[in-house]
């Protein structure tokens, strides 16, 4: 009863609803979704051993980091959503990169104030300071049941042995072949004779593998003090970047209350600053709320959900920012009320407009996972080093490929970074502070039951989540939000992207009449990785985005 009562003192809209939410649930199976075979298999066998969903969750964050060296590594960071049966606890475990304390708001600008080409994309000095080995000792102290030698055995295995590459693979290391090249302990281990591998070429990581060990015997001081620490300063500074010993040693994993919000007799849960993906997800779904929605025509309802999209995003634009450094009233901004305001001059037979224009860029850097065991637990995690492969930069001796997320800070108010998001002051560079993030694990709990989901794909996470949540309304089935033909706004380029399949042609006709700039894709929108638990008989179905190479099991 205890975990009832923990459940519902969240804000209430309908006691009999909550109460159908808030129950225990049992299981009857156990599922992992991710985005690489050999991350979903061991995370199964992890489940199979006696571990939990937060022992598989530490497998399957770092086998993804020594195969998917493009989209997650463990020079980056992520958020781990968490929700615990037994006393229905949920958390988001916040491992975000830090600015280093060195930091500052001008350290991309040239002497004229004008953003210095690709200083924050590209080597060690756009790295920010990595949380996903921190993240992982946190899961293992404070969630799991296994020690971390067992959990991070199968991708110390991997690191070792070594997996193949695939055609993604080299269409992400050809895009940032050059970043690569500068680096000579990068281009040792992501590149063939300094050139793209072929097809088949046996990626081998031992220096990784040496760091995970470390990490595996002694914890937290095993990556950010000591031999491995030490290493990763002077491969750093040697090379331009500005990472301290304090740096290291003093990185923090932060627990925070997830987003929560309702949209249509569903409960959902999602990432909190300094992830933006709650907050702007829940003004969306706060704008659609307002409007009979379900009896609009397609079109129209497609028009109002970019119309949301579009004040949502310049609402993250104006206001986010990491909440430890900016003062914000939450409250107020996940409101109905704040909602209705943004509402006001929205015309569902015309487009508004959004001022500027500026250029945005694909984003698949990224990875997610979705995973249940057979007693409820879970977890949804999105991991990232920002552009493909990072920074493009290894420490010598360390196998850390880095980050390069300092780009998610403003370098400038109003100045686009690589997705085309723009920001203010709120985001600004601050030494310590946590950049802005679109990552969005979310759950969804409904009286019929309860998903898990999230994806990578840049500025257009949360815009693929939400989309998946309206899927909800038609199917149960995760395999038809994962496969969802997807659209997107951002506020600023004025311009709805789309994927092939996700607008028709008369829809296409019609949205341009209304005023809508449409511009179709060729490459797809993210990679999703999804989960439903049917409440009413414990079975658990899920899916792994088709776009992508990842799978998912059932067990």
Request: proline share 5%; net charge negative.
């Amino acid at each position: 009863m205890s975990a009832v009562f923990n459940c519902l003192k969240a804000p209430l809209w309908s006691l009999f609803f909550a109460l159908l939410i808030c129950l225990p649930v049992q299981a009857n199976q156990s599922a992992i979704a991710s985005a690489h075979p050999l991350a979903t298999s061991a995370g199964i066998k992890v489940l199979e051993q006696g571990g939990n969903a937060f022992d598989a969750a530490i497998t399957v964050s770092a086998v993804l980091g020594v195969v998917e060296p493009y989209s997650s590594a463990f020079g980056g960071g992520g958020f781990w959503l968490l929700h615990r049966e037994s006393d229905q606890k949920q958390v988001m475990i916040d491992g975000r990169e830090k600015a280093p304390l060195a930091a500052h708001k001008d350290m991309y600008l040239d002497a004229s104030g004008n953003v210095i080409a690709n200083a924050s994309i590209n080597g060690p000095l756009s790295a920010g300071i990595p949380g996903t080995p921190a993240a992982l000792v946190h899961l293992a102290e404070n969630y799991a049941l296994l020690p971390l030698q067992q959990t991070l055995a199968p991708a110390i295995v991997l690191a070792e042995q070594g997996f193949e590459v695939g055609e993604f693979y080299q269409k992400m290391a050809g895009w940032r072949l050059q970043a690569l090249r500068d680096s000579f302990s990068a281009s040792e281990i992501f590149l063939q004779d300094d050139d793209v591998p072929e097809t088949g070429y046996r990626v081998r990581q031992p220096d990784l593998a040496k760091t995970l060990r470390h990490l595996a015997e002694k914890g937290f001081d095993g990556f950010y003090r000591g031999e491995v620490a030490e290493r990763l300063l002077k491969g750093v500074r040697d090379n331009g970047g500005i990472w301290t010993e304090k740096d290291l040693s003093g990185y923090q994993v932060i627990e925070r209350p997830p987003v929560v919000f309702n949209y249509n007799n569903k409960k959902i849960i999602s990432a909190a600053l300094p992830s933006s993906g709650g907050v702007v997800m829940a003004q969306i779904f706060n704008i659609l709320s307002a409007y009979d929605f379900k009896n609009l025509s397609q079109v129209k309802q497609k028009h109002l959900v970019i119309e949301a999209m579009r004040r949502a995003y310049q609402q993250r634009a104006k206001y986010l920012g990491d909440s430890d450094f900016v003062t914000l009233n939450l409250e107020k901004l996940t409101s109905k009320f704040h909602a209705g305001r943004l509402a006001e001059d929205i015309d569902l037979n015309r487009a508004s407009l959004s001022k500027g224009l500026v250029s945005a860029a694909e984003g698949r850097d990224t990875t997610h996972f979705s995973i249940i065991d057979n007693e409820g637990n879970r977890v949804a995690a999105t991991l990232s080093i920002n552009y493909p492969f990072g920074s493009g930069f290894v420490p010598e001796g360390t196998g850390v490929l880095l980050n390069d997320e300092m780009d998610d800070f403003s370098a400038s108010p109003g100045v686009p970074n690589v997705y085309g998001l723009v920001g203010s002051q709120a985001n600004a560079i601050e030494p310590g502070k946590r950049m802005l993030s679109s990552m969005s694990p979310t759950f969804v709990e409904s009286d019929k039951g309860i998903a898990i989901l999230g994806t990578p794909g840049g500025s257009r996470i949360i815009t693929m989540v939400t989309q998946a949540i309206l899927a909800m309304e038609d199917s149960l089935d995760p395999k038809q939000w994962v496969d969802l033909p997807r659209f997107h706004h951002q506020y600023l380029p004025d311009q709805v992207e789309y994927e092939s399949g996700a607008l028709t042609a008369e829809e296409i006709k019609q949205l341009t009449a209304m005023g809508h700039q449409l511009q179709q894709v060729d490459n797809p929108f993210g990679n999703m990785q999804a989960i439903y638990l049917d409440k009413k008989t414990g079975k658990v179905s899920a899916a792994s985005d088709s776009r992508g190479i990842g799978a998912a099991q059932v067990k």
